[in-house]
């Protein structure tokens, strides 16, 4: 595992999307990011104390349709190590792939498919505890458990446990999803879906993530299941 750190850097999915030679699982650390990327084009405020990497993936087919729900998996396995008995209970995983803290984020994960391969990129915050814009909504593992921990260790224990599981990711398959169901933080929650104007009207339920990774949902009194790749959506309680 080759692995590259900095103090300061734009973006660590950036920063391996534009190497040249790329090697399969290559890591990139850095303490700070100056323009962290997030999902949809949001920004990832990337404070010092935080845990911020990516590291590359080979690309197959197969794998893609798995690789956000997997990532999300490890990392929810190993957030659970540094949490009491009590806390462990209020770590959810909520599709497609962040971790909350009761109704904050802990961590958000961002897969880029980039030539032959896809990089997974990873924020948690571990010892930071100024989120700005977004002070409302997230959370550190200091403010859980009042305790510092050493962000590049949490990260060598992600990497290596993605390693060593994701060759036996279709085999696991069926638990990976049974765990990530039952620890949904979107059980019991209401959702309207979003679209590039507006929020739509339904109001639907989660009912699962199903075997592709898709997202299924029901609408209150129809039968109908409907099933999402991608969706961007809305908790409304
Ligand atoms: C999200 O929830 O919107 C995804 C956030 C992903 C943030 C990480 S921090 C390390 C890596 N580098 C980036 O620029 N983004 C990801």
New binding site residues.
Partial sequence: MKITKFDEIN????YLSRKIHMEEFEVVIAKK?TS????RG?V?I?NEGAA???FSVKFDEMLQEKITIFTGYIVYSILLNYLSENQKEKLTFKWPN?IYYENKKIC???CEKIRDFIIV???INVNNTDFGIFSEKAISLYEITGKEEEPDKIIEEIVTMFIDEVGSINRKWDKILQTINEKSYLKNKKIKIKTEFDVGERIYKFIRVDRTGRICLMVKGDPEESAYESLDFEIID
């Fill in positions: 973006s660590t999915n950036e990011q962290g990327k997030g999902k949001r990832w990337s911020l990497f990516s962040d958000g994960i961002l990129g990873i924020g």
